[in-house]
């Protein structure tokens, strides 16, 4: 059959293959399509300004206002109007270390992973559509949304991510992911493009409650999209339960087995040392990535001068040549392996940092030639570490493992925002602070390195690709 994949395995008794075909490997892209609008839309665009200015209307401050210095009292706690979204991402980023293993212990025991899926899909783009309602002062509403928005979003992740090693062998999951992540920039990209067009054609100058407005619908469309076009890997994706899962499914209460599991998973985690340590090296890299993602508007805006329109089509560029940067370095491990591609990301990383430290302030054409070449290497280094990371997980425990992933994706990237504002601080240099940045990259190459892959995958009781 032309559109089945196939494992291909080196050791004397590889395991029985796995196997999809084209209609649903195309359904499994699609859920990266359909989620990526909440993490460019209403993450990297939309939600921060928008809950910040309903916030400090709440503090007593006037819509618009340059700078506000009012409070809100969420819970009897004092908080700056500024500072509550940020406080908000820390506590969704914690409930995630929690809620994320748990969910992933459940689908490894369950025998209906779609429907996790969907259920996590559907609380999550609600969450996103319920922003609807907040208008006025109504902070607290849209902080409770945010949270449960985003940890939902953390949940179904990790049951998307537990079907990439079900879905095609050794050789083949590079491409899988690679493609996966390539629509997800693509999709994403084309629901921010369409926003902004919106919110620049019918913004007016002089008032500012339009343009809230339009952020929060801007917001809402994000949710319409997630939820719109979860329907496809609902429908085109198969059940791919774990066998015990098909032996017999969950029994008993789902949830308390699901925090059983995940205490056996963690007591057993010793006996995976090397995955344990390839964790650890995307920990430190990812960081890295992280950290630039984040803040590259505030390099672009407070160090080199750039006014938004600058930022908006940068932004733009990076979601789009990341569609294809994704499937370029997908095409490059299939040639010489991914782990050797995600080692090539990290050095062309490294080379992005040192470019940023000497741009000219004021000069908007070198900033996006940066931001195309991030572009490039950014969907790539994401799409094969977790395809590379599909390698070293124990058959039946993909859901766990993801989970923990996503703890490392999501939870520890207070670590570079904490080394650039240390240094920040003490040389008062956005340069320098963004150079601080390299010790994750360094770093990250050098405990990458030293994972010894072959070794890690078949401790793990899988079959190595062909090429790493």
């Known amino acids: 059959m032309a559109d089945t994949v196939t494992a291909a395995g080196d050791t004397a008794t590889p395991p029985q293959p796995p196997h999809s075909t084209r209609r649903e490997r195309t359904g499994w892209y699609f859920y990266d399509w359909a989620m990526s609008a909440f993490s460019t839309t209403v993450i990297t665009v939309f939600l ?8 400090e209307v709440a503090a007593g401050c006037e819509l618009g206002a340059a700078d506000c210095t009012g409070y809100v009292y969420p819970l009897g706690i004092k908080v700056a109007a500024g500072a509550y979204f940020p406080y908000l991402v820390s506590l969704s980023v914690f409930l995630t270390v929690f809620v994320l293993p748990v969910t992933g212990a459940i689908a490894d025991r369950s025998a209906h992973k779609k429907r996790l899926l969907a259920v996590a899909a559907f609380l999550g783009s609600g969450a996103t559509i319920a922003m609807v309602f907040v208008t006025g002062d109504r902070y607290l509403l849209g902080g409770a949304l945010f949270v449960f928005a985003n940890v939902s979003f953390g949940a179904a992740v990790v049951v998307y991510n537990s079907f990439l090693p079900q879905l095609g ?29 919106v919110v620049t054609l019918f ?83 990812n960081d890295g990535i992280q950290t630039v993602i984040a803040l590259a508007s505030q390099y672009g805006t407070e160090e080199l001068r750039l006014d938004q329109t600058t930022l908006i089509v940068t ?126 990259f360094v770093v990250g190459f050098l405990l990458l390195l030293a994972v010894p892959m072959r070794k890690a995958i078949i401790a793990a009781g899988n079959t190595p690709p062909r090429v790493l």
């Open 48 to 55: 921060g300004p928008f809950l910040t200015s309903i916030t």
């Open 315 to 440: 932004i733009l560029l990076v979601q789009f040549l990341a569609f294809g940067g994704a499937l370029l370095l997908g095409g490059v491990a299939k040639r010489i392996g991914a782990w050797k591609t995600v080692l090539m990301s990290l050095v062309l990383w490294t080379g992005v940092i040192l470019a940023a430290f000497w741009l000219p302030a004021e000069a908007p054409i070198p900033f996006m030639i940066l931001g195309a070449a991030i572009g490039l290497v950014l969907g790539g280094s994401q799409a094969l570490s977790r395809s590379l990371f599909s390698q070293l997980i124990p058959a039946g425990k993909e859901g766990e493992y993801y989970g923990f992933y996503e703890i490392s994706d999501k939870g520890t990237s207070w670590l570079g925002p904490l080394a650039f504002g240390l240094v920040f601080q003490l040389t008062n240099s956005y340069r320098v602070g963004l150079v601080s940045l390299l010790i994750f």
């Open 169 to 197: 062998g050794p050789d083949d999951r590079d491409g899988i992911s690679s493609k996966g992540w390539a629509l997800g920039y693509l999709g994403g990209g084309l629901l921010l493009m369409l926003n902004l067009v």
């Open 203 to 285: 913004s007016e100058e002089g008032n500012p409650q339009r343009t809230l407005d339009l952020a929060r619908w801007s917001i809402v469309s994000a949710g319409v999209w997630w939820s719109a076009f979860t329907l496809v890997p609902l429908f085109w994706l198969r059940e791919r339960p774990s066998v015990e899962a098909a032996a017999g499914g969950v029994r008993g209460n789902v949830l308390f087995d699901g925090f059983k599991q995940l205490g056996h998973t963690i007591k057993g985690l010793k006996a995976y040392p090397l995955t344990l340590f390839f964790l650890l090296a995307f920990l430190v890299f």
